[in-house]
């Protein structure tokens, strides 16, 4: 008697129950994760695609306009520039019959399934945390709780001059820095998933707590919800299929990751296969607030050479050492003596400069250049006689 219609039959039953516990798994993590970010519905897109993050560059204008004198435009433009490719990685991992026979199934192969697991999301988490510090958004505070605030407002202005709304910020601090600062203090800590975090302090919708490795001490990172975003590579693509690679992924519509198992009768060793394309990424990079923490109230030094410029009227500026990522040049001019500047002074009011520019200047009057962050506070500054072409 034949069998009847629409029987599950073996050769239908092509995905372990190993193989689903996995996928399942790992996609929960990131759908948490994606939750306590606020990051919106992950974005798909094809292998080799360039991820680009964004800026603004330009350069105020003197706002010092004489009466009745036409006010100069101050031109500022967003560029873009590659950060990744996004690719396929491929991962694997192989447990042998001894080991399995010596340890058991769920020390030897389960035990190490969830290693496999940890790593793969901690390896995206972790080129996230890298890129998250070279924001250039920066500033500078004596203390952590000013640390955190700034860099909250920082962001939040940040989004307001592009004419974005920022429902929420994620701070990202060193974890020693958070128990050092609330010592006995009661608040909760959450950890799952691998993730320790903080919800709803100090106006941020969450703080992550990140190791030494992932984020130095005396550093306190924030960014909008709205500028990070998750693109993937869906691992079930047709090409891959008909290519005989086929990897079990998630039952959902998001496929972030493939897995597949099998027994390698040639080595008796039970095999494991990861795929993915997996990309965590924040949009703007001057969108990141990066706020270094310091006692040291001492003024850095610049040393600032003025040269004859290229037209008349004008010097041209050496400065050492380089402007540091995220920062700034100001300067102001003096008859008499070369302008003064304290740590910590705001030289909000001064030119700003974009450390190649021709000035236009007298000879023989006084040069000072100040290095400064984000907030127009003084870190380093440095000055000259002014030497300009006749």
Same mark, same amino acid.
């Given at each position: 008697?034949?069998?009847?219609?629409?029987?599950?039959?073996?050769?239908?039953?092509?995905?372990?129950?190993?193989?689903?516990?996995?996928?399942?798994?790992?996609?929960?993590?990131?759908?948490?994760?994606?939750?306590?970010?606020?990051?919106?519905?992950?974005?798909?897109?094809?292998?080799?695609?360039?991820?680009?993050?964004?800026?603004?560059?330009?350069?105020?204008?003197?706002?010092?306009?004489?009466?009745?004198?036409?006010?100069?435009?101050?031109?500022?433009?967003?560029?873009?520039?590659?950060?990744?490719?996004?690719?396929?990685?491929?991962?694997?991992?192989?447990?042998?019959?001894?080991?399995?026979?010596?340890?058991?199934?769920?020390?030897?192969?389960?035990?190490?399934?969830?290693?496999?697991?940890?790593?793969?999301?901690?390896?995206?988490?972790?080129?996230?945390?890298?890129?998250? @510090?070279?924001?250039?958004?920066?500033?500078?505070?004596?203390?952590?709780?000013?640390?955190?605030?700034?860099?909250?407002?920082?962001?939040?202005?940040?989004?307001?001059?592009?004419?974005?709304?920022?429902?929420?910020?994620?701070?990202?601090?060193?974890?020693?820095?958070?128990?050092?600062?609330?010592?006995?203090?009661?608040?909760?800590?959450? @950890?799952?998933?691998?993730?320790?975090?903080?919800?709803?302090?100090?106006?941020?919708?969450?703080?992550?707590?990140?190791?030494?490795?992932?984020?130095?001490?005396?550093?306190?990172?924030?960014?909008?919800?709205?500028?990070?975003?998750?693109?993937?590579?869906?691992?079930?693509?047709?090409?891959?299929?008909?290519?005989?690679?086929?990897?079990?992924?998630?039952?959902?519509?998001?496929?972030?990751?493939?897995?597949?198992?099998?027994?390698?009768?040639?080595?008796?060793?039970?095999?494991?296969?990861?795929?993915?394309?997996?990309?965590?990424?924040?949009?703007?990079?001057?969108?990141?607030?990066?706020?270094?923490?310091?006692?040291?109230?001492?003024?850095?030094?610049?040393?600032?050479?003025?040269?004859?410029?290229?037209?008349?009227?004008?010097?041209?500026?050496?400065?050492?050492?380089?402007?540091?990522?995220?920062?700034?040049?100001?300067?102001?001019?003096?008859?008499?003596?070369?302008?003064?500047?304290?740590?910590?002074?705001?030289?909000?009011?001064?030119?700003?400069?974009?450390?190649?520019?021709?000035?236009?200047?007298?000879?023989?009057?006084?040069?000072?250049?100040?290095?400064?962050? @984000?907030?127009?506070?003084?870190?380093?500054?440095?000055?000259?006689?002014?030497?300009?072409?006749?």
């Amino acid at each position: 008697m034949a069998a009847k219609e629409n029987l599950i039959k073996t050769a239908d039953v092509q995905v372990t129950a190993r193989e689903v516990d996995f996928v399942t798994r790992f996609e929960r993590n990131w759908e948490h994760l994606r939750e306590i970010l606020g990051i919106m519905r992950p974005i798909k897109k094809q292998p080799n695609t360039k991820l680009k993050s964004k800026y603004a560059e330009g350069v105020l204008e003197s706002g010092n306009v004489g009466e009745g004198e036409e006010i100069p435009y101050s031109k500022f433009v967003v560029k873009e520039k590659d950060y990744a490719d996004i690719t396929i990685e491929k991962y694997a991992k192989a447990v042998s019959i001894e080991s399995i026979k010596d340890h058991g199934y769920d020390n030897a192969v389960q035990m190490t399934d969830d290693e496999f697991l940890f790593q793969l999301q901690s390896d995206v988490t972790g080129r996230f945390y890298s890129y998250l @510090n070279t924001g250039t958004l920066t500033a500078t505070e004596t203390t952590f709780q000013m640390a955190l605030a700034m860099a909250k407002g920082l962001v939040e202005n940040k989004f307001k001059t592009m004419h974005r709304t920022a429902t929420g910020t994620v701070g990202f601090v060193n974890v020693l820095d958070v128990y050092e600062y609330l010592g006995a203090a009661d608040i909760t800590i959450q @950890n799952q998933f691998g993730f320790q975090y903080i919800k709803d302090f100090m106006g941020f919708n969450t703080i992550f707590l990140l190791s030494e490795d992932e984020i130095q001490r005396g550093r306190v990172i924030a960014t909008p919800v709205e500028n990070i975003v998750l693109y993937y590579v869906d691992p079930n693509d047709s090409d891959f299929v008909r290519a005989g690679l086929v990897y079990t992924v998630s039952a959902g519509e998001t496929n972030l990751i493939g897995f597949h198992t099998q027994g390698n009768y040639n080595t008796a060793v039970s095999e494991a296969f990861a795929i993915m394309g997996l990309t965590l990424f924040a949009e703007y990079i001057d969108a990141i607030a990066v706020v270094t923490i310091t006692d040291d109230t001492t003024l850095g030094t610049l040393t600032v050479d003025s040269a004859e410029g290229s037209t008349a009227g004008t010097t041209k500026l050496t400065v050492s050492p380089t402007l540091e990522t995220g920062h700034l040049y100001k300067y102001k001019t003096n008859a008499s003596t070369a302008p003064e500047v304290n740590y910590g002074q705001s030289v909000r009011n001064w030119t700003a400069w974009d450390g190649k520019s021709d000035i236009a200047a007298t000879t023989g009057e006084y040069i000072t250049v100040v290095e400064c962050d @984000n907030t127009y506070k003084a870190l380093k500054s440095g000055n000259d006689t002014i030497a300009s072409k006749a």
